[in-house]
T-cell receptor
């Protein structure tokens, strides 16, 4: 059964720091991996989607990488800003099904 | 504006009183899904639908029902709510009928069952 883990659960950094969020999954047979952002009391906003054939995707200050063989993805945030404060979640649709499995998220706080 | 809408946004009810949470999307998406989010447990999928009249169970379907009679709507039904169904519920949709594309989420429905 697919399990998705995100470490650390919480992270606090000063503004301007570059940081890396981690996502691990146990079954490498995935269609893709998606990173989301969730602000308190709000829904999820898609940040990046990496297809299984890709190694990385970039959007502005965000870069997500995918290593299927090791079951890992990282979300790199460059030059962090207080507005980046949110919970970041990764999710994978499990191959052979249409089910999505989410990690429990990393709660990020960027201090001004 | 392209969006996923949910109603109601907040709901307080009592054990056993049937309720329906509506979900609608205006993007002509094939795939729709319901999740619940609980502290320490993250988002867990309740049910999903690949197209009209095609639905299947997610990881936590017990106590819930869904229907997909129209492409745009995917209501979540709690026939006899219990306190352990107190949670934050999200509806989501995706363009294709396969999980290869981005999911778009609604704003959430916060449910309290007394």
């Amino acid at each position: 059964k697919q399990e998705v883990t995100q470490i650390p659960a919480a992270l606090s950094v000063p503004e301007g720091e570059n940081l890396v969020l981690n996502c691990s999954f146990t079954d490498s047979a995935i269609y893709n991996l998606q990173w989301f952002r969730q602000d308190p009391g709000k829904g999820l906003t898609s940040l990046l989607l990496i297809q299984s054939s890709q190694r990385e995707q970039t959007s502005g200050r965000l870069n997500a990488s995918l290593d299927k063989s090791s079951g890992r993805s990282t979300l790199y945030i460059a030059a962090s800003q207080p507005g980046d404060s949110a919970t970041y979640l990764c999710a994978v649709p499990t191959s052979g099904t249409y089910k999505y499995i989410f990690g429990t998220g990393t709660r990020l706080k960027v201090l001004a | 504006e392209a969006q996923v809408t949910q109603n109601p946004r907040y709901l307080i009810t009592v054990t056993g009183k049937k309720l329906t949470v509506t979900c609608s999307q205006n993007m002509n998406h094939e795939y729709m899904s319901w999740y619940r989010q609980d502290p320490g447990l993250g988002l867990r999928q309740i049910y999903y639908s690949m197209n009209v009249e095609v639905t299947d169970k997610g990881d936590v379907p017990e106590g819930y029902k869904v229907s997909r009679k129209e492409k745009r709507n995917f209501p979540l039904i709690l026939e006899s709510p219990s306190p352990n169904q107190t949670s934050l519920y999200f509806c989501a949709s995706s363009p294709g009928d396969r999980p290869e594309e981005t999911q778009y989420f609604g704003p959430g429905t916060r449910l309290l069952v007394l």
